[in-house]
């Protein structure tokens, strides 16, 4: 798309870093199935860059600067980079670190986020060393920084307790620290929330959750908006080749062509979820960031635009309600992921947690009655009706 104009998010998830293409004049970027590209002169090939498809490809490129486009508000704005899953996208990322490096990290993050950290890159060999801590906290998260702390890694809302970590606070305080502020914003998408507003230095997704949004594609991507940084990430990209493919990315791109639509809905559906949970006689607890009753909703309410279709709750009855809970919905599939149009519950101590050691689980509240929803864009209706029923089980 040429155009100077400043342009919505609404209209760059659609348009952001496409144009016809240049071959046949199609409007959709096709999918260039291709390892590699003829050079019609030794040395140079027909497009600077496309030499071998592992460094680039064409629908790659469009979806990865539609990405950038959305979290840096504006086409052309910033670089993206795309990867065969979200882990490969932070594996990449991590590269940019030394061994001897120090990275603070929220205490909750998805589970396979902390295995990676905890039996990768902190294993023996590699050396890089991590803090976990409560970044709601911002005493003890200013506490933790070492003279060794390179990055600091935010997961906002976190996975699975929805803790809401301030964006502006912690990001000032890792510049001060001059350490670099990455924020994975998997949950709100750049509909909800744009961490380069705060200053961060940058965004990663796991794009088989909300970009994406048909639980059909497993994706990463990392942008920034740093030309420096962006060398650097796209020379790890090309030089580990973790990837994504032409056929994922192109999946990708037309999902985020209604990722507004679909967060719009995810948010309605569920705000109503979360305050009929809260009224249900069975529940213990529901964390909602746009409930009044979480810790941090002020703080959400500011940072963000939208409170999303992430909620996780506590039934009375521990493990074995929980357990009668997730395997009685018939609409809510009792899967891992989320982010997708239709509904997915789970159970984080077996299922996406179940990594995460006993204790730390216990430490941050994610117990046996806790059951994580990701509700969909279905009729509401709908799924409260099978959320109720399970829930009278
Ligand atoms: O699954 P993958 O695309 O590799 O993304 C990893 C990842 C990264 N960051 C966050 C916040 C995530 O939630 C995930 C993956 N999470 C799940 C599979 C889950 O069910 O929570």
């Given at each position: ?38 050079q ?15 460094t ?15 979290e ?17 996208a ?22 396979g ?6 039996k ?90 909300f ?153 941050l ?29």
């Open positions: 798309m040429k155009t100077d104009r400043k342009l919505s998010l609404n209209t760059l998830a659609i348009h952001g870093g496409q144009t016809p293409d240049p071959y046949s004049g199609a409007v959709m970027t096709p999918i260039y199935q291709t390892s590699t590209y003829v019609p002169e030794l040395g140079k090939p027909k497009l600077a860059g496309y030499e071998y498809a592992r680039k490809n064409p629908t790659r490129t469009a979806f990865e600067a539609c990405v950038a486009s959305l840096c508000e504006g086409d052309g704005l910033g670089y993206g980079a795309a990867f065969a899953s979200g882990c490969a932070q594996t990449t990322v991590m590269h940019l670190l030394e061994p001897g490096d120090h990275v603070v990290v929220s205490d909750d993050v998805y589970g986020t902390f295995r990676m950290f905890d990768v890159f902190q294993a023996a060999g590699k050396g890089i060393q991590f803090t976990y801590v409560d970044m709601t906290n911002l005493e003890a998260y200013e506490a933790a920084f070492r003279p060794n702390t390179k990055l600091v890694w935010i997961e906002t809302p976190t996975n699975p307790m929805l803790k809401v970590i301030d964006l502006e606070r912690t990001i000032a305080i890792a510049k001060k620290k001059n350490a670099l502020a990455l924020v994975d914003n998997t949950f709100m998408s750049p509909i909800f929330q744009r961490p380069f507003r705060f200053g961060a230095d940058i965004v990663i997704h796991s794009v088989t959750k970009l994406n949004g048909h639980s059909d594609v497993v994706c990463g991507v990392a942008v920034v908006k740093e030309k420096a940084l962006a060398e650097k990430i796209y020379f790890l990209q090309k030089s580990l080749g973790a990837i994504s493919g032409p056929m994922d990315s192109w999946l990708a791109m037309r999902g985020l062509k209604t990722l507004p639509l679909r967060m719009e809905r995810h948010d309605q559906n569920g705000r109503i979820i979360a305050q009929k949970l809260s009224e249900h006689q069975e529940i213990a607890k529901v964390i909602y960031p746009g409930l009044k009753s979480h810790p941090q909703h002020a703080l959400a309410a500011k940072q963000m635009s939208g409170f999303g279709g992430m909620i996780t709750f506590v039934v009375k009855g521990g493990l074995e309600k929980a357990k009668t809970v997730v395997k009685s919905t018939q609409l809510f599939a009792l899967a891992e992921s989320l982010g997708g149009v239709e509904s997915l519950i789970e159970h984080p101590a077996i299922m996406t947690h179940a990594s995460v050691p006993a204790e730390n689980r216990k430490a509240g994610i117990d046996d009655g806790l059951i994580r929803i990701s509700v969909g864009v279905e009729a509401v209706e709908d799924l409260w009706e099978d959320l109720s029923l399970a829930l009278a089980r």
